[in-house]
Every structure is written in C-alpha cells, then in structure tokens.
C-alpha cells in the first residue's frame, strides 16, 4: 500500500511539473473549446496563473519530500501534511501585509506634493495634475487616470469619487471627500484642508505602527515556539523513533493528522486575531 501511495504521489508531482510549465508558457497549449466555462472554473483557472513560480517549486519540493518521508517512515499521511506544511506555513508565521500603512504612506506624499503647489497660487485642479508627476508608486496609476478623467471633460468631484472607487480604502476616502469638498468651493481653503490631512495622516501613521509593533509580538512568539517544537520532533524521530510508533497504524495517523489540523487551526486563529478589522468607506461607490 505504501509503494502504491508513494508511486500515485510522484505521478501527482509530475503532473505539478508539466502544470508549472505551462503556467510560465513553456507547453503548447491546444485550441480553446468553443464550450463555455463556468464563471467558478474560470475564477479557479485564474488563480492558478497567478501563482507565483517560487510557490509552485515550493509545493513540488514539498511533495518530493513527503514522498521520501512517507517512504523511510512508513507514513502515509505525510504525503498530505510534508507539502502542505511546506507551503502553507511559512504564510501563516509570515507577518501579514501592512496595506493600511502602505496607503496612509503613499497619500501622505501626495498630499504634501499638492501642498506645495496650493503654496505657490495653483489651482486645485492644476495641483491634481501636477501632482501625477510626483504621485508615489502605489498611487501612480491611479491619479494618472484622475488626470486622464480630468483632461476628459469629468468634473473634480467624479474624477475624485472615480478614483475613491478604484482604491477602495477609507483612508484614501477620508483624503479624496476632503478633496471633493474643495473643488466643489472652487478651492476655497484648499491648504488650510491638505495641512490638516497631511497632520491627521502623520498622527494615524504613529498610532497605526504602535499598534503594529504590539501586534508582531504574538507572532514571533508563535514562531520561535514552532520552531522549538520542530526541532524536538526531529530530535526524538532521530534518538527515539520507537516513541512515535503507535502513529504509524491508521488510527495513529487519523490521530496525527487531527493534532496537526489543531496546531494549524490554532496558529491561523491567532494571525486571524493579529489582523486589523475592515473598516467601511466612507463615500459610497458610483452607480
């Protein structure tokens, strides 16, 4: 049953090698059929292509490895856990992308670049053009649209509840509301506002990487101990492996894989309590 388990699974990698392939475009692929697909094979089929290279040779080192510890152990419920533990911890130990930061940042250099040219007697919607010149990589493209829209005949409040829709976050809501009640004044204490946001912004950045700071505490935690518990493992595996034999009959391992999927569960709950809670937009989306 093992060599069985073993040889379907290095069939199943070689099938993860020809799909890599054919992500990076190195097989032909045939002729779409002219049957369409369902909108949930095709949301499936495009997370698949956005996979990264890296995680698919990640996943096949994980399978081989599963593969040869299934083998020397006698194990096969390593052949789920070794690539799964390979490719989905690391993520859960990870820390977690700082989005909000990363936005709070991006508008606090745009406010200030529309700033500066509000000093210098431009007009609002002269400082919005400007402003795509020396616009922040996360917010290039998408005031480089606001100026396309504005050079289009759009108003400043559409061209401004436009680009509050595509970024989707109510710290650039707070910003652009701010901007569309401006332009709607015809730029009317214009600088008086962009100081005060760009002063509201610094104080949110300051409390937001505080509470960052306190949040990664937990999860270096969680990391060092799994890392201590791995080792140990290891360490009685090598000097002890008769300690681990009653996990090898199938309710042993029904029983391994219960303990795993807890350990697992129990460290995605506490990245889950880690993560900041979504917060509503303050402009509603147009229609």
Known sequence: MILAAVLCTMLAAAGL??????VNGQVPSRAPRSTASTGLWKRAVDKVRHVQRRTWLT????????????YVMRWPILLVLVPAGVVGLPKLLADPPQREIAMLEALDRWVRAMLAQLSTGKSIHDALRLSARQAPPLLAEPVALLVKRLDERWSAPQALQGMADEL???DADAVLAALILSAQRGGTGASATLLALAESIQDR???LREIEAERSKPRVVVRQVTAIAALALTGFMLLSPGFFAPYASPAGQVILAALVGAFVGSIGWMRRLTLPRTRERILR???
């Open 59 to 70: 996943l096949l080192a994980g399978v081989l490895l599963g593969v040869v510890l299934a």
């Open 168 to 170: 989707g976050s109510p």
């Open 285 to 287: 989306p147009l229609p």
């Open 17 to 22: 090698v020809v799909a890599v392939a054919a």
């Open 205 to 207: 950045l300051r409390a």
